[in-house]
């Protein structure tokens, strides 16, 4: 891995901090997901045991049954969600 995709990795992995907020934006997480994918893609490659690992996270499902979109998170569905964010964080630094 050259340095500057070590730096790119560094700063996505650096943004997970910022998606914890107590009501965290469904689009937000899923620009910065894309990102880390292609990210990950372009560095290891699209049939990567890095990718794949990375895509066996299980992250949280913002398409929660029977609820608005816009209805806040419960506590236990905050946790679920900054419990995948760690478990992504720990995958991420891993690669590094």
Known sequence: M?????????????????????????SKFK?????I??????????NSDQLARFRRCRFFNFNRSGKPKDAPLTEAERREYIQCLEEAKRNLLHLL
């Open 31 to 35: 620009d910065w997901k894309e990102k």
């Open 37 to 46: 994918e292609k990210k990950i893609e372009e560095v290891f490659g699209k």
């Open 2 to 26: 050259n340095p500057e995709d070590r730096s790119k990795l560094q700063s996505l992995i650096g943004e997970i901090d910022g998606l914890k907020s107590r009501q965290p934006a469904e």
